[in-house]
């Protein structure tokens, strides 16, 4: 009698160790699950411009020299950072070689500029906006050339937000037509008349609105510089999706 009460005592203590152990273990792979499951924390950006060491200033080919100055962000989020180097190295190659001609004596009123530099302008909840501006001089031109280009990156997917992402290709007709008429007063003194807006891939955001930037010349004068046309938030509502509407 005693054997038995023994051996059932073993079984029922073996029995709650290993129901135990099991639940410890489904415990581990909920906790190792939830945590993979977590989702990533947007970063608030940090950034700060700095300029970008070169093998030489000056880069000389066989009839021109060119000055370059050129700067990038150093942000908090690795993958920004490497996204601005590989884009100015692929931009300006010429100033990441050592030139083997030397700068002539009598140089530097002959010599172009080619300034380069990357700022951070403002972040809303997951989309961070970059400005890339650029200008060229070429020696003895009436005046240089300039462009602003802004850069939107989208922090959870880890990529650039295009113009083509902010709506479906079939409500491109509409979103033209709403920013025709968000600033309808201008585009008319300019001559642009309805229906003859052309879309641009270059936008960023503002207080008011989605502001999409045209190139030097395409709507105005080299004297009123980029064009921006604003399309207001509230005209935006529908037609800009809300993945890419700032909260």
Known sequence: MNK???????????????????KSVESEQTASVASEQKPEQTPVIQSKTIPVKLPQQVYCEADECTEYEVSTV????????????????????????????????????????NTYVVDYLSQNNNLAT??????????????GMYHREYVVFN??????????????????????????????????E???????????DNFFYSSK?????????????YAEGMTELTLPYNMAQGLI????LPH
């Not at 038995?4 to 099991?22: D, V």
């Not at 650029?134 to 009436?142: E, I, K, L, N, P």
């Not at 300019?190 to 641009?200: A, D, M, R, V, W």
């Open 4 to 22: 038995k009460i023994i051996l059932l005592s073993s079984l029922c203590t073996a029995m709650f160790f290993t129901g135990c152990q099991k």
């Open 74 to 113: 150093e942000t908090n989020v690795p993958w920004i950072n490497d996204y601005f180097e590989k884009r100015i190295r692929k931009d300006i190659p010429l100033a990441f070689k050592r030139s083997t001609r030397e700068q002539p004596a009598s140089s530097p009123e002959s010599t172009n500029s």
């Open 130 to 143: 970059f400005i890339l501006a650029s200008s060229t001089y070429s020696a003895g031109a009436a005046h």
């Open 241 to 244: 999706k809300s993945d890419y």
């Open 209 to 221: 609105g989605v502001v999409f930037v045209y190139p030097l010349y395409e709507l105005g004068s």
């Open 155 to 188: 922090l959870t997917t880890h990529k650039r937000v295009m113009v083509s992402d902010l709506y479906k290709p079939e409500d491109q007709p509409k979103v033209l037509e709403a920013l025709y008429l968000a600033n309808q007063n201008w585009l008319q």
């Open 190 to 200: 300019h001559g642009i008349e309805q229906g003859k807006l052309e879309p641009t």
